[in-house]
């Protein structure tokens, strides 16, 4: 592979390891901001507010500046459609989530012009409406900012 | 979290860590049946394939009972709606892929008649039809089985 | 119901039964016209010709006027719908398909100008490669004509 | 057809068909354990619970069993993607429906390692806000449990 | 094209074009019945019955007809995927949108026998919470009425 | 609208109107850089790939930079969907296609950092296999680059 910046890997490592397995990639990590976040919803629009809100707070994307909410935008929805696997239609449901997610900014490729790109990546459970009735569930996004 | 062994997670790390990053996980990877494999085709009926032979040329699932392969196949389905994003339907595109993918066979939960799942993760670049030119991308399914 | 013909109801039928299942049904099924035919094929470009083409043939559907065919091909969509659930992407697979499908045509309301009407159903089974690997799956599709 | 009894045929006459007209088909249905339901709401989240309560109250599924929960889960949604035919999307609207259920459980197959595999069916009417302008809608979903 | 009349651009520049700047399309519009209207929600179930409404009080479609309330809510659900661009589930979401929709009615087509279609199009903005923040979408639906 | 200038209705009236009818826009056009191209096949991945084309040939985006490609695909994906309305994935079927396309790059937005947009739009007919038996179909994407 040609990136010498794994955004996409960075992200999925940052939303499903504990601080202790993420240890050996933190060398890694400094390449890039990223930030981490928790969404217990099972609301799509809550999941979304919570992620962009983080973005902004953390200094991931610029607050006022649409280009970069929308860059963001996009890769939260790319992410979703891993956690939900085909069914956003059905997500407002009455159903468990626990879900971490994770945001990393960076420069993915050695070429200058390719820029910044932005990674967004979910991973936790998803399940029946009883706590402990569920399956793990992940998602990833990537996107030009 | 209930679950005693995260097959997801480790289905993640397996397509996506190198050997040397995914030795810490190795005595997690004890407790499950699992394999790794490559899909560098866009046809998504050959990726399909690539993870069905994989699953039975290594035993993950048994040749003939069809109760197996379809708890895999829609595992594979969920895992590939990650990878493309909503856009299964443009799958077979002038485009270059380079995935990686593992199964994971195992029993996630401690009560004895949860019996065992199958995990099936994802992960590489997909991108325009020059090669170098794609960003990276995930998808993760879970099934009963 | 305020439907005096339920064409959908005699589509399903037509498609699901076998002739002597079907007797039973003979004086509703004399209120429409229909015809029956088959789809032994996984690709979905041949499926809808194969429909459409029966349809012209029994005189469900005028040969020329493309509001008729218009009218057939999204119900044959939609019922498409209901035999791939969400995998029409993933359609032109490697997999065994054996499908029987319906088509009716009739006045399914009292009030004289709701006009014509007209069902597409699918009953069969879809499966992996190997046949007998494979369970049953079906599809309604209705539109105004 | 190589199955030796069709839970999914059987499914869809016992959602679509009055008492009388399942009669002939009683013999069969004494190889499965099935149950019947309705569900008025448009609102795909009581449509879910409505079947998932059904199906536990009438010992279709284990009560604390995920896996079978999940299995039943994934029927459901398969299903819903016939009744609403690519516009689960649109679910909530303001429309009336009126469907009725069928859950059925059995061993389609010859082969023992097969084991036990369930299939939902709805049937009904899907439409304008105004009762009386709606039309007929269908799905089947099938899983192994 | 073999069309005489052509709904659909009627539509597309009825809904996108000031007055001023549909001024020299006047000749053409005079061919068909239409009508303008604004939907500020971002919520599916209200633009939909915004323009229902709309349709119904222009004497655009019959008001106790289901046939024709049929044709008009396909050709909405058809208009509102360019809209949304595959996000019709996560429609609901707390962002700002800006749409002005129009409704064409006419026979495109010489044959008589093609009858009266139906043509709804969409444009406007769609964005994130902050007004201001949007970029312009689109969406056109044809149907048979 | 805060825009000053709208790429998105731009791209619309070039992909529609005939030059003639484009001449009032003539002005708004000279603050974008855009081209018009003809797509004849029902082949997604030959759409694409004409749009593509038609793009670098044109100066509208760089031949080299990932980035840029990476902003346009998505464009063109958003824009079929309006096109495909919700039928992806039943894209390359045996129909006829006439569509004609056209790529607007600008800066919509009074603000500096707001950047450069692209916006991608279809206008045509997509009918049965005989020509004449079609209808109107059009689609907009737009997006950062
Ligand atoms: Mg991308
Ligand atoms: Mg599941
Ligand atoms: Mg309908
Ligand atoms: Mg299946
Ligand atoms: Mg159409
Ligand atoms: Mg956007």
């Known amino acids: 592979m040609s990136q010498k910046t794994q955004i996409g890997k960075l992200a999925l490592l940052a939303a499903t390891l504990s601080p202790d397995e993420l240890e050996p990639f933190s060398e890694k990590l400094e390449e890039v901001k990223y930030c981490i976040g928790k969404a217990g919803s099972m609301d799509t629009q809550k999941i979304i507010a919570a992620v962009e809100t983080a973005a902004k707070r953390n200094g991931l994307i610029a607050q006022d500046v649409y280009r970069e909410t929308h860059a963001l935008y ?7 459609e891993g956690v939900m696997r085909g069914q ?5 449901m009455m159903r468990t989530v626990g879900l971490r997610f994770s945001i990393v900014r960076g420069t ?3 070429q200058k012009e390719e820029g910044e790109w932005i990674a967004v990546a979910f991973y936790g459970t998803i399940g029946a409406p009883v706590k402990g009735l569920e399956h793990e569930t992940c998602g990833l996004g990537v996107n030009h900012i």
Chains 1, 2, 3, 4, 5, 6 share one sequence.
Do not use: C, F, T
């Open 108 to 110: 993915p490729y050695d």
């Open 88 to 92: 956003l239609g059905v997500g407002n």
């Open 74 to 80: 996009h890769a939260i929805l790319e992410s979703l």
